[in-house]
């Protein structure tokens, strides 16, 4: 028969054995060759302060990817959104390479920019503005981009399209309306191809004021479902568009005569319409730059092309909780990765570490102005260097840094102011 004795020390070894498992391992060394390129790169052209870096071959393949699933079945334009490349020489950079002059935006002041540095833009709106938008856009707007023909702005409802048909009356303006459908995503829009018909009718008998230009029907939910529904889903998004364009088409053909833009999809969900989809009209941002909230397998192929780039301002011993500090010495025996402390210049960004690894947050140390980060002894980063970050999106990152910087292999190629987001 077992003792007691021999069964409390087994116990206690097998316990010893699962906590030595359990225990983190360590993550020591440098910048991999890419990053360490990155990093002698902007030390030799003394930048001084975090920067986000585009690289641009990496980008540049991005943009091809996109290019050719449009291309694939029936060709759909690639709409640029600007929300995701808030910068007017990117979105150029972009449109140049892809052959596309459409994109979308989604702030008021973004539309008068783009308006005045790229008047030969198509762009429709990606969410409905306040009428005080729309009026101040009216108000504010000089130069030769015609807003007749080249700006459609986003209506999702009866009440919204009645204040801007009484703003159009009292400007004298006629506006393109392009209607904001719900295929799914149940953020708003025409829920039923019922209800876009009452709105259709207004647009019809008011045309002075107002003209069709399309649907839009985002589709974003897909990217949040489990792998086994998403096909499923795609169905039904592409059916439930499918019947607001069949309703037009019976309904009203008076308005279907013109070019129209039947706007969906996004950068999770764009490739799901490369056939058996009524949309004309693709929106594409965030996949050209692939921030890592984009790791998905509809995207498996696309490169991460955007880095926060932030000096090391300090490193030492990480000397524990302050108050605490006794803590240190059990927290770096449990886990050496945490036997250092490193403050960058700046922070709390939405990003995450991403070289050199083993580089993880210091919760205790979240800040905009010195952030701290926990590294292994082994860590090659030194005061000076600089880490590295990826976003996990890219729109608010990328209008934090002032200008962006375009880099092509181990060279500065190009600084783009970002968009004004005042105005």
Not at 142 to 165: C, E, I, M, N
Not at 194 to 213: D, G, K, T, W, Y
């Amino acid at each position: 028969m077992v003792s007691r004795r021999t069964l409390l020390l087994g116990g206690t070894a097998a316990a010893a054995t699962a906590l030595a498992f359990s225990r983190p391992a360590e993550s020591s060394g440098g910048h991999a060759p890419y990053y360490a390129k990155l990093n002698a790169l902007l030390r030799k052209q003394g930048i001084d302060r975090p920067v986000l870096l585009i690289d641009l071959d990496r980008l540049d393949r991005n943009i091809d990817r996109v290019v050719q699933s449009a291309k694939t079945g029936t060709p759909r334009t690639f709409r640029i959104v600007a929300k995701s490349v808030p910068s007017p020489a990117l979105v150029e950079y972009i449109a140049k390479r892809a052959g596309t002059e459409s994109v979308m935006v989604f702030h008021r002041p973004f539309i008068q920019e783009l308006a005045r540095l790229r008047p030969q833009s198509d762009l429709l709106l990606g969410k409905p503005m306040p009428v005080a938008a729309v009026d101040t856009f009216y108000k504010q707007h000089k130069g030769p981009f015609d807003p007749s023909r080249q700006l459609q702005w986003l209506v999702d409802s009866d009440a919204r399209l009645a204040q801007y048909l009484q703003l159009a009356k009292g400007q004298g303006q006629r506006l393109r309306i392009n209607l904001e459908i719900d295929v799914g995503l149940h953020r708003g829009g025409f829920t039923t191809p019922a209800a876009a018909a009452q709105a259709l009718r207004v647009i019809a008998a008011n045309p002075e004021q107002l003209m069709f230009s399309g649907f839009m029907g985002y589709d974003a939910h897909i990217m949040g479902l489990p792998g086994m529904l998403v096909q499923g889903e795609v169905v039904k998004v592409k059916a439930r568009y499918a019947a607001f364009a069949d309703m037009l088409a019976k309904e009203f053909p008076q308005l279907e005569q013109g070019p129209l833009t039947f706007n969906g999809a996004g950068s999770p969900t764009f490739r799901h319409h490369e056939a058996g989809s009524r949309i004309n009209d693709i929106s594409v941002g965030t996949a050209l730059l692939k921030p890592s909230h984009y790791d998905l397998p509809a995207l498996a192929d696309f490169e991460p092309a955007a880095f926060i780039a932030t000096p090391v301002l300090k490193r030492h011993a990480n000397t524990g909780v302050p108050t605490m500090e006794w803590l240190s010495g059990p927290i770096v025996a449990w886990d050496r990765n945490s036997a250092d402390i490193l403050f960058a210049y700046g922070g709390n960004w939405l990003a995450n570490p991403e070289s050199p690894t083993g580089i993880t947050k210091a919760g205790l140390y979240t800040s905009s102005n010195q952030e701290g980060y926990l590294a292994a002894k082994g860590v090659a980063l030194a005061p000076d260097d600089f880490m590295f970050l990826r976003p996990t999106q890219s729109e608010a990152v990328l209008l934090q840094f002032g200008d962006l910087v375009g880099i092509r292999g181990d060279k500065i190629e190009c600084r783009w102011p970002v968009l004004e987001a005042h105005l």
